[in-house]
C-alpha cells in the first residue's frame, strides 16, 4: 500500500511538473463518474450532497492503494499475477486519460510512470536480504519503508504545490480579471427581498450560488481562445467568439436556475441577474432546418445537454450567459460562456464552459444525464419552501412570522398557502417578483400556541395549477409533495 501511495504522489507530481490539465487519478476519477450509474450517483448526492466529488477521488485513492497491497502480497510468490495486476491498473489509468478531452502522451506517460514506481518501490521494500538475521532485515525493511513514506509525503506535496500555480489556471484567472464588460449595476427590484431573518436573500451572491457539475476540476478557457461552433440542422453554420457576443451586446435578465435533483425543501436553487446574449436571434441568424427540434450542447470537458428548440426561440430570456450578478461568470459556474433558459432544470438548458452547438432531433440522441436515467425534457415543477421558522426548532408563544420562497419559472406564482397541523390553508403575503422567471418570497403571520405543531405550504402557479401533495423522488424529472416543518411552540 504504501508503494500505491508512492506511485499516485509520483504520478501526480510529474502531471504537475508536466503542467498536464487533467492529472492521472483526475482522469480515472471521472471515468468513475461518467461510469456511476444514475440512481447510484443521485443516493450519493443525497447521502454526501456537493461531497460526491471528494469521495470520487478518494474512492479511486482508496481503491489503488488496496490494490498495491494486493500486487505487494503477490510480489515474491506469484510474480506473474503481481505484474499482470500492475499492467490492468495502467491500462485503465492510461483508457481514463484517453478517453478524456484533454489526452495527451504526457497524461500516458504520467500514468505508466506511476505503474512504474509502485512496482520500483515494492522491489526495493521486498528485495530478498543478503542478511543473515530475520532481525537486521526487518530493520531495513523499516528504514526503507520511513524513507519511502517521506519521499511520497515531499513528493505529493510539492506536486500540489506546484499544481496550483498551474500555469493555465494563472491565464485564465487573469484574463477573467482583465474583462471590462459594460454591465448596469445589480439593484434588487424593490419589495422583492422581505429581508427576514434566516429567510433566503431574494438576490443569491455568487458566492452562495449553488453548484452542481460533473467536473472534478472546473474547466479552465481563456476568453481570447473560446469559441462556440454550430452546426447541425441549420442552414448556415457559424463559429462565434467571445468578442463577437461582446459586440452584440449583452441583455440582462433575473432568471432563477434549479436542480433537478433538489429534493423538497432543499437548497440547490438559486436567483441572480445573469446578462448574456439571447439565444433565439444566434438560432435565427443561423437557420433552424424544419424538423430539428433539440438543441445538443457540449461543453469544453464533454458534458451533453439536450434543449427543445421551443423553449430557445419561444421570447422567453434564453441566454447565452457571460455575466452573473454583474461579474463574469466565476469559472466554476461556466467561464467564459454558458447558457441559461428559465423554466427548465440546469441539466437540460444550462450548460457551463459549453462550446459546440448542435441543432438536432431529440430522437438522434441522447445527453449525459437522459443516458442515466432522467427525463428527455425537464420543464421545471412548481415548489415552495419554508425557510423559517427551522425545521425542529423552538419558538416563543405568540405572533410570529412564518416565511420561505416559491418558485414556478416562466409561469410565475399566483398564490401561496401554509397550513398549520389540520387547519385550513390560509394565504401568504407574496412579495414582488419584477418576472415570472424569478421566485418570490412569502410571508404570514401566525398566532402561535404552546405544544408542537406540523407547518405546510403549497403555491399555486399562475395557470391555476396547484402543487401536488403527492411526494416524488427527483428522479427522473423533479420531486413533488409539499415542504413540511415541524416547531415546538414553548
Ligand atoms: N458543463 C456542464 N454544465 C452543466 C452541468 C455539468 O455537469 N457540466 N450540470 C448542469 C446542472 S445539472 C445544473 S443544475 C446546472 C448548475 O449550474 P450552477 O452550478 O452554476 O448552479 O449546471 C448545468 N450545467
Ligand atoms: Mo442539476
Given at each position: 500500500m504504501l508503494a500505491a501511495a508512492a506511485a499516485i504522489a509520483a504520478s501526480e507530481a510529474l502531471a504537475a511538473v508536466l503542467d498536464l490539465r487533467e492529472s492521472p487519478l483526475l482522469s480515472v476519477g471521472q471515468s468513475v463518474i461518467a461510469l456511476t450509474p444514475g440512481p447510484v450517483a443521485e443516493a450519493i448526492i443525497g447521502v454526501v450532497g456537493t461531497g460526491d466529488k471528494p469521495l470520487a477521488v478518494a474512492s479511486v485513492a482508496v481503491a489503488i492503494l488496496v490494490l498495491g497491497g494486493v500486487v505487494g502480497r503477490w510480489w515474491q510468490t506469484r510474480r506473474l499475477a503481481a505484474f499482470s495486476l500492475v499492467a490492468v491498473l495502467v491500462v485503465l489509468a492510461v483508457a481514463s486519460v484517453l478517453s478524456?478531452?484533454?489526452?495527451s502522451p504526457e497524461g500516458v506517460f504520467a500514468s505508466v510512470a506511476g505503474g512504474v514506481v509502485l512496482m520500483g518501490v515494492l522491489q526495493l521494500l521486498l528485495r530478498e536480504g543478503q542478511h543473515t538475521t530475520v532481525d537486521a532485515s526487518r530493520r531495513i525493511f523499516l528504514r526503507t519503508a520511513a524513507a519511502v513514506a517521506v519521499a511520497t509525503v515531499v513528493v505529493g506535496a510539492a506536486g500540489q504545490a506546484l499544481a496550483s500555480r498551474h500555469r493555465r489556471r494563472e491565464v485564465v484567472e487573469r484574463a477573467r480579471a482583465a474583462l471590462k464588460i459594460p454591465t448596469r449595476a445589480v439593484v434588487v427590484p424593490a419589495g422583492a427581498d422581505l429581508d427576514i431573518q434566516g429567510q433566503a436573500p431574494w438576490l443569491t451572491s455568487n458566492r452562495d450560488f449553488y453548484r452542481i457539475d460533473t467536473a472534478l476540476q472546473a474547466p479552465l478557457i481563456d476568453p481570447a481562445e473560446w469559441r462556440l461552433r454550430i452546426h447541425g440542422m441549420v442552414d448556415r453554420e457559424l463559429t462565434l467568439s467571445y468578442q463577437d457576443l461582446l459586440d452584440r451586446g449583452l441583455t440582462d435578465a433575473w432568471i432563477t436556475i434549479c436542480c433537478?435533483?433538489?429534493?423538497?425543501?432543499?437548497?440547490l436553487i438559486g436567483n441572480t441577474v445573469w446578462g448574456g446574449v439571447p439565444i433565439k436571434g444566434i438560432l435565427e441568424e443561423v437557420g433552424v432546418r424544419a424538423g430539428a427540434d433539440a438543441l445538443l450542447s457540449t461543453s469544453e470537458d464533454g458534458w451533453t445537454c439536450g434543449t427543445p428548440i421551443d423553449a430557445l426561440m419561444d421570447g422567453r430570456d434564453a441566454l447565452l450567459a457571460l455575466t452573473m450578478n454583474g461579474e463574469p461568470l466565476p469559472v466554476p459556474h461556466g467561464f467564459p460562456v454558458r447558457q441559461v433558459v428559465p423554466g427548465l432544470y440546469g441539466y437540460v438548458s444550462a450548460t457551463k464552459w459549453v462550446t459546440d452547438w448542435e441543432v438536432t432531433r431529440f430522437a438522434d440522441f441522447e445527453a449525459y444525464w437522459t443516458q442515466r436515467g432522467w427525463g428527455e425534457r425537464g420543464p421545471v415543477k412548481t415548489q415552495s419552501r419554508i425557510d423559517?421558522?427551522?425545521?425542529g426548532s423552538t419558538v416563543d408563544a405568540g405572533t410570529m412570522t412564518i416565511a420561505g420562497v416559491a418558485w414556478a419559472q416562466h409561469v410565475g406564482i399566483e398564490r401561496v398557502e401554509v397550513r398549520i397541523d389540520d387547519a385550513d390553508w390560509r394565504e401568504a403575503t407574496l412579495a414582488v417578483a419584477p418576472n415570472p422567471d424569478t421566485w418570490v418570497q412569502w410571508s404570514i403571520d401566525w398566532d402561535a400556541e404552546p405544544g408542537r405543531h406540523d407547518i405546510q405550504v403549497r403555491a399555486t402557479d399562475a395557470t391555476g395549477a396547484t402543487q401536488t401533495a403527492e411526494r416524488a423522488d427527483v428522479l427522473p424529472d423533479g420531486a413533488t409533495g409539499y415542504d413540511g416543518i415541524t416547531v415546538s411552540v414553548g
Open positions: 478524456r478531452p484533454y489526452a433537478v435533483s433538489n429534493e423538497v425543501g432543499g437548497d423559517v421558522p427551522a425545521d
